[in-house]
């Protein structure tokens, strides 16, 4: 398996994908995890105007800045409010997340078709960033649905997540006949390594997810329950494989759960969240129980 080069583009893989999504007639890119595209959909599309809808991946205004787009924000909130808001800004594209990151929120499928009627009047493209979506597969399909139905939508989505492999980077795009002609021959060859195809072309993708949706559910209640229990404020309504919650207490939880060696996301550097407030993982029931003792310990 090392000792040879990964397929230029692997057929097969491409084909379980597609199949998996319940994709028809959309084309699919593989590459080595989601930030992959991230970085490299800015230059192949040559945008110059981007909108991004807050919160979202903080690596998208990096990735727009660093090739020459100019980016704006709009908070979700608004946006929910008045949609027709996006056509102020004239942007050539809008990148924005269902399940949101960091709250887990879903945005309402109407709106994303909303959306992309927009873009689709303004010449541009819309970024529907799924990096979770396999945590909500009836949302995911609703989103595929909506993409086949209009040319200049871009789904993102990562396989690392639900198939707990961070360290075997697979990542893939789903997009239009008319996008795919755009960018294809511009992915270099070799993209993703032979283990992450490997490990994917022995997965039962759709077993794995059922099985990863019934545990994360059960356990993302738990903690839920825990954490309100606690004092913690719920932000959103988690859907995916993560909580974010807001402290009442003046302690760094972060610094705090550090030393019984346990990270958590500070959201300080996200929009429209402040000091204390946080994202944890959800993870097994013995790695959960650790996680709410820890806290208990903290605000003791």
């Given at each position: 398996?090392?000792?040879?080069?990964?397929?230029?583009?692997?057929?097969?893989?491409?084909?379980?994908?597609?199949?998996?999504?319940?994709?028809?007639?959309?084309?699919?890119?593989?590459?080595?995890?989601?930030?992959?595209?991230?970085?490299?959909?800015?230059?192949?599309?040559?945008?110059?105007?981007?909108?991004?809808?807050?919160?979202?991946?903080?690596?998208?205004?990096?990735?727009?800045?660093?090739?020459?787009?100019?980016?704006?924000?709009?908070?979700?909130?608004?946006?929910?409010?008045?949609?027709?808001?996006?056509?102020?800004?004239?942007?050539?594209?809008?990148?924005?997340?269902?399940?949101?990151?960091?709250?887990?929120?879903?945005?309402?499928?109407?709106?994303?078709?909303?959306?992309?009627?927009?873009?689709?009047?303004?010449?541009?493209?819309?970024?529907?960033?799924?990096?979770?979506?396999?945590?909500?597969?009836?949302?995911?399909?609703?989103?595929?649905?909506?993409?086949?139905?209009?040319?200049?939508?871009?789904?993102?989505?990562?396989?690392?997540?639900?198939?707990?492999?961070?360290?075997?980077?697979?990542?893939?795009?789903?997009?239009s006949d008319q996008v795919f002609g755009m960018i294809r021959d511009r992915e270099e060859p070799?993209?993703?390594?032979?283990?992450?195809?490997?490990?994917?072309?022995?997965?039962?993708?759709?077993?794995?997810?059922?099985?990863?949706?019934?545990?994360?559910?059960?356990?993302?209640?738990?903690?839920?329950?825990?954490?309100?229990?606690?004092?913690?404020?719920?932000?959103?309504?988690?859907?995916?494989?993560?909580?974010?919650?807001?402290?009442?207490?003046?302690?760094?939880?972060?610094?705090?759960?550090?030393?019984?060696?346990?990270?958590?996301?500070?959201?300080?550097?996200?929009?429209?969240?402040?000091?204390?407030?946080?994202?944890?993982?959800?993870?097994?029931?013995?790695?959960?129980?650790?996680?709410?003792?820890?806290?208990?310990?903290?605000?003791?």
């Open positions: 398996m090392l000792s040879r080069y990964p397929e230029v583009s692997p057929g097969d893989i491409e084909k379980m994908i597609l199949q998996y999504t319940g994709a028809k007639s959309l084309r699919v890119i593989i590459g080595p995890g989601l930030t992959h595209f991230i970085y490299r959909i800015p230059a192949w599309m040559g945008l110059r105007r981007s909108l991004i809808i807050e919160p979202n991946f903080n690596e998208y205004e990096a990735s727009l800045l660093a090739y020459g787009s100019r980016t704006s924000s709009l908070g979700l909130g608004v946006l929910k409010r008045n949609p027709e808001i996006v056509r102020s800004y004239r942007p050539d594209s809008i990148f924005i997340c269902s399940p949101v990151n960091p709250t887990g929120d879903l945005v309402d499928a109407g709106l994303l078709r909303k959306l992309s009627m927009e873009m689709s009047r303004m010449g541009g493209i819309l970024f529907v960033d799924q990096a979770f979506g396999d945590f909500v597969p009836e949302h995911a399909e609703e989103t595929v649905r909506i993409a086949e139905e209009m040319g200049n939508v871009i789904i993102g989505r990562s396989l690392t997540k639900i198939l707990s492999i961070p360290s075997l980077r697979l990542g893939y795009i789903l997009v070799w993209a993703v390594c032979e283990p992450a195809l490997e490990f994917v072309r022995k997965a039962d993708l759709k077993a794995l997810r059922d099985t990863s949706l019934k545990r994360i559910g059960e356990e993302r209640s738990y903690l839920m329950e825990a954490l309100e229990n606690m004092g913690f404020e719920i932000l959103g309504d988690p859907h995916a494989n993560f909580i974010a919650f807001r402290s009442p207490f003046e302690i760094d939880l972060k610094k705090q759960l550090l030393k019984s060696g346990i990270l958590i996301r500070d959201l300080s550097d996200y929009a429209d969240f402040g000091k204390n407030c946080y994202r944890v993982a959800v993870r097994g029931r013995s790695e959960n129980a650790l996680l709410i003792q820890a806290l208990r310990n903290a605000i003791l």
